[in-house]
């Protein structure tokens, strides 16, 4: 987490909403390390990692200086033709957060779906795509439909986070096997991605 900011108040965010954030030289020591031992890729998220003052600096630096990738996470509603050709070539992936279709959407992320899917069809023509998706209650249901969406978006895979709260997931066995099952019906047919600890 590169600092806690978020301008989204999303009721699922596990993130602090405060003030705090890493400084620049902290950062790129720690990536510095973690290159030294081997490790493959960094992931910058937060907090809204858009919002880190010099962001696209960070990222050259981590990329020219050590051997890591760079992973982004975001909400994606600050992905200007600017900043994304600032991170270009400096960046494997970003990963864009879409929890649901419309309207579930807007009433999570209080902004459009259409806005965001305007700004994705610039990002995929520069830097690899890949969309998150917090499964719950309320959005495992519209899997299918969100599938669509993302479809048509174009993405490297879809990663699937079951939701937490307070260290322990929130879905049901009922709803973990209709997961299960959702996941087994598609997973030759989309790059599907499940976190580790729901394996």
Known sequence: ????????????????????????????????????????????GGGEPTLYPGLSDL???????????????????HLTDQLLEELT???????VSIDGPEPIYSAFRARPLAD???KLSRVRRRIPLGINTVVNSMTLPLLDELAQTVLEVGFVDWLLLPET??????????EWQRLDRW?????????????????
């Open 116 to 118: 965001l899917l305007r």
């Open 165 to 174: 709260n307070g260290g322990a997931f929130t879905l049901t066995e009922a």
């Open 59 to 77: 990222c050259r630096r981590i990329w020219t200086e050590t051997d890591l990738g760079i992973s982004l996470t975001t909400h994606g509603h």
């Open 1 to 44: 987490a590169l600092l806690n900011s978020c301008d989204l108040r999303c009721p699922f965010c596990y993130a602090p909403k405060t003030q705090h954030r890493l400084e620049p030289e902290f950062v790129i020591d720690v990536c510095k390390q973690f290159a030294a031992l081997g490790t493959l890729e960094v992931a910058f």
């Open 183 to 199: 996941i087994g019906d598609r997973c030759e047919q989309i790059p599907l991605r499940v976190t580790a600890q729901a394996v």
């Open 89 to 95: 070539g400096y960046v494997s992936i970003i990963r």
